[in-house]
C-alpha cells in the first residue's frame, strides 16, 4: 500500500515502457497510467527509442526480448547515441548472467510483482 506521499512523487514521473506482448503491454501501462504522470507505450525498442527523444521520460522500462531493436541494444543507444543516464528498468523473465547488461540500471523479473515495480519507481524518483 502506497503512502499518500509515495503517490504524489509516482504522479511526478514521465515514463517510457517498452514491451512486444500487446497483452502485457496495455495490462501494466493501464495499472501505470492510473498512478503516473504520463506513460508512452511502446511495442519494441526502436519505437521506444523515438518516444525517449521525444519525451524525455524521468524512468524507462523495458523488456529484452523485441523485434526489431531488442531492449538491451535499445538502452545502449539510450546511453550512447542520445547520451542519456536516466534509470532504464529491465522487466525480464530472464534470470541469467547472459540477459544482464551495464546499460540497465536494475531489473524486475517477470510476472512483474506492481508493488516491487512501485517500490523500483519510487527509489528512483527520490
Known sequence: ?????????????????????????????????????MVHLANNGSHALELIDEHKPNIILSDIEMPVLDGMKMAKKVREDLNMQNPIIALTAYNDDEHKSPYFTDYVYKPIDVDELYKKLLCFAK
Open 1 to 37: 500500500m502506497l503512502r499518500e506521499e509515495e503517490k504524489q512523487l509516482l504522479k511526478t514521473l514521465v515514463v517510457v515502457y517498452a514491451e512486444d506482448d500487446e497483452i502485457i503491454r496495455e495490462a501494466l501501462g493501464m495499472s501505470l497510467k492510473r498512478k503516473l504522470k
